[in-house]
Antibody, heavy 113, light 110 residues
Framework: EVQLVQSGAEVKKPGESLRISCKAS????????INWVRQMPGKGLEWMGR????????NYSPSFQGHVTISADKSIGTAYLQWSSLKASDTAMYYC??????WGQGTMVTVSS | QAVVTQEPSLTVSPGGTVTLTCGSS?????????PYWFQQKPGQAPRTLIY???NKHSWTPARFSGSLLGGKAALTLSGAQPEDEAEYYC??????????FGGGTKLTVL
């Protein structure tokens, strides 16, 4: 089955670091870009950036450049989204997506003191 | 950064037809923006309905169609069903390296 399976919900404190994952299966991981999308509570979708898993080349939205890092490990078919220092404003649902046809189930990240 | 605009809300009667649009602050939307359309229902992940302006997936109901209309990308729903009530988002590509979502259209079937 073609799918993207994301890691589970996280509750963190401001200033902590975090890495969430997105594991692909059922297709050639290196053939399609993986995108990360943020959805803050009650708000719309925001494109954060994407990675080409074949060479780990990335593009970022200016709104997220420098605040998050997107990476991938093609040996295990997994993409990552990470923060070095979380803020309360990072509280949101995060989706990975092969936007042409495939979305992960989402990872809820809650940042609260 | 470009701003992508959608109608905040629209209402359609069951069996009726409605067109959702997606505009760009940089000018006319073209096929070179590779317009995508997504449907999201409450509590669910988005689902891709239309890619590259007008291409459908096997799961895309035939009543949905994508096009370019008057300098915008358009999603037309012909014969609305109650289950089509959802939030709809468009996504545009800018030079391939930057993608921007529209703010979403809340579609009510009433």
């Amino acid at each position: 089955e073609v799918q993207l399976v994301q890691s589970g919900a996280e509750v963190k404190k401001p200033g902590e670091s975090l890495r969430i994952s997105c594991k692909a299966s059922g297709y050639s991981f290196t053939t399609f870009w993986i995108n990360w999308v943020r959805q803050m509570p009650g708000k719309g979708l925001e494109w954060m950036g994407r990675i080409d898993p074949s060479d780990s080349y990335t593009n970022y939205s200016p709104s997220f450049q420098g605040h998050v890092t997107i990476s991938a490990d093609k040996s295990i078919g997994t993409a990552y989204l990470q923060w070095s220092s979380l803020k309360a404003s990072d509280t949101a649902m995060y989706y990975c997506a092969r936007i042409d046809q495939l979305w992960g189930q989402g990872t809820m990240v809650t940042v609260s003191s | 950064q470009a701003v992508v605009t959608q109608e905040p809300s629209l209402t359609v009667s069951p069996g009726g037809t409605v067109t959702l649009t997606c505009g760009s602050s940089t000018g006319a939307v073209t096929s070179g923006h590779y317009p995508y359309w997504f449907q999201q229902k409450p509590g669910q992940a988005p689902r891709t309905l239309i890619y590259d302006t007008s291409n459908k997936h096997s799961w895309t109901p035939a009543r949905f169609s994508g096009s370019l209309l008057g300098g915008k990308a358009a999603l037309t729903l012909s014969g609305a069903q109650p289950e089509d009530e959802a939030e709809y988002y468009c996504l545009l590509s800018y030079s391939g390296a930057l993608w921007v979502f529209g703010g979403g259209t809340k579609l009510t079937v009433l």
